[in-house]
C-alpha cells in the first residue's frame, strides 16, 4: 500500500517560496508575519523565520524600517492597488514591490518582494556614461546650425571691412557699422557656447526646476534638424514644486524623450509636452502624432537596445531616461493613443517642497 504524502500545503508553499530567486514576506492585515523566505533570512536583517513568523512587523523591522514600511502596505490593503519603488540600504539597491493577496474580493494579505538590483544598477550607469556621448552629439548637432549663421556673417563682414580699408577714408563710417556687426556677430557666438558649456554641466543638488530644465532641454533641439518638421508646444506652471532629481538627469530624460517622439515622426508632426501637479507626484506628459509603437513591441521598449526601428538609433535612450526616474523614485510609463504615443515622467516632488 502506498504511503501517503506526509507534506502539507503550507510546507510546499514554503519550498515554493524558498526557490525564487528574491527575498520576500507576507504580512496578514494585522501587519503580523506569515511568511519569510530563505533570500530574506540572508538579506539585510539576516532574520532567522523562527524570529520572525507570527510576529508583528513592527518588532521585526525596528522602528525607522517600519515606519518606511508602514504607510505602503496599509495603502495597498485599503486600495487592492500593488505599489513599487526603489529603497537603498548599506548592502544594496533593492526594487520593492509590494502586492495584494485577495480571498475572494477582500484583500487579506500582502506580499513585499525585495529584488536586489544592485549589479543591474551598475550595468545601468555604465550605459548612462556611455549615452553621455550620444547625448553631447546631439547637442552639437542642434548648435552647429546655430553658429554657422552668425559665422557666415562675420565672414562677409571681414570682406566688407577688407575692401573699404583700401578706400578713401570718406568711408570710415560704413567702416565703424560693419565693426559693430562683426562684434555683434562675435559675441553671439560667445553667448551660445556659454549656454552650450552651461547645460553640459550637472548640478550637485538633487533637485530640478522642472519648468526651466524642460525649456531647457527644447531649446537645445530646437535648431536640431529632425525639429525643423515638428510643431513643440509646452505647458509647464511656473507653480510646479522643484522635482527630487538633478537638473541634467531630468533634461537628459526630456531630450531622449523628445528625440525619441522626433524619430516616431519623420515626415513631420507634433509634440505636445504638457506637466501637473498630482499630489506629491508631477507629471511630465510626452504626446506626439507618430506611428504608434506596434504592440508587440511595447514589452519591450524600455530594454536596452530594443530599437523599435532603424530610425531610433540603438534603443538606449527610453531605458536610460526610465532608470534616471526610477533611480529617484519616480518612473517612466508608455501610454498609447489612437493616434500618436504618450509617454508620462513620474516625477517626486523633493522633500520639503510646498
Not at 46 to 67: C, H, K, N
Not at 304 to 309: F, I, K, L, N
Not at 323 to 338: A, C, K, T
Amino acid at each position: 500500500m502506498p504511503r501517503a504524502d506526509s507534506r502539507t500545503p503550507d510546507s510546499d508553499l514554503g519550498a515554493v517560496l524558498d526557490a525564487l530567486p528574491i527575498g520576500l514576506y507576507v504580512v496578514d492585515r494585522d501587519l503580523r508575519v506569515v511568511a519569510w523566505n530563505r533570500l530574506r533570512e540572508e538579506g539585510p536583517l539576516g532574520l532567522s523565520r523562527e524570529r520572525t513568523l507570527g510576529r508583528p512587523l513592527r518588532r521585526v523591522l525596528g522602528a525607522a524600517g517600519f515606519r518606511s514600511a508602514e504607510p505602503r502596505l496599509r495603502a495597498v490593503l485599503a486600495s487592492g492597488r500593488p505599489s513599487e519603488d526603489t529603497v537603498e540600504t548599506p548592502r544594496g539597491l533593492f526594487h520593492v514591490r509590494r502586492l495584494p493577496v485577495r480571498r475572494g474580493r477582500e484583500v487579506t494579505h500582502v506580499l513585499a518582494w525585495f529584488e536586489d538590483i544592485t549589479e543591474r544598477r551598475t550595468v545601468e550607469m555604465r550605459l548612462i556614461a556611455a549615452d553621455r556621448l550620444a547625448f553631447l552629439g546631439q547637442l552639437v548637432s542642434g548648435i552647429a546650425h546655430e553658429i554657422s549663421n552668425p559665422l557666415a556673417g562675420i565672414a562677409g563682414c571681414a570682406e566688407a571691412l577688407s575692401s573699404l580699408a583700401m578706400q578713401a577714408t570718406k568711408q570710415g563710417r560704413e567702416a565703424r557699422q560693419f565693426r559693430d556687426l562683426v562684434r555683434r556677430e562675435v559675441e553671439r557666438c560667445e553667448a551660445i557656447v556659454r549656454f552650450l558649456l552651461d547645460s553640459s554641466r550637472g548640478g550637485d543638488e538633487d533637485r530640478a526646476d522642472v519648468r526651466a530644465t524642460v525649456s531647457l532641454a527644447l531649446r537645445l533641439l530646437e535648431r536640431h534638424p529632425a525639429f525643423a518638421r515638428l510643431k513643440v508646444r509646452a505647458s509647464v506652471p511656473a507653480s510646479l514644486p522643484p522635482a527630487r532629481l538633478p537638473a541634467d538627469s531630468l533634461k537628459q530624460v526630456v531630450m531622449a524623450l523628445a528625440m525619441n517622439a522626433s524619430a516616431a515622426m519623420p515626415a513631420g508632426g507634433a509634440l505636445s509636452v504638457r506637466a501637473a501637479r498630482r499630489g506629491r507626484e508631477l507629471h511630465v506628459d510626452f504626446s506626439d502624432t507618430g506611428a504608434p509603437v506596434p504592440r508587440a513591441a511595447r514589452a519591450t521598449l524600455f530594454e536596452p537596445y530594443a530599437a523599435t526601428d532603424a530610425q531610433r538609433g540603438a534603443g538606449l535612450g527610453l531605458a536610460i531616461a526610465r532608470s534616471l526616474l526610477r533611480g529617484r523614485g519616480g518612473d517612466l510609463v508608455y501610454r498609447p493613443r489612437r493616434n500618436g504615443n504618450a509617454f508620462r515622467v513620474v516625477l517626486r516632488a523633493a522633500p520639503g517642497a510646498a
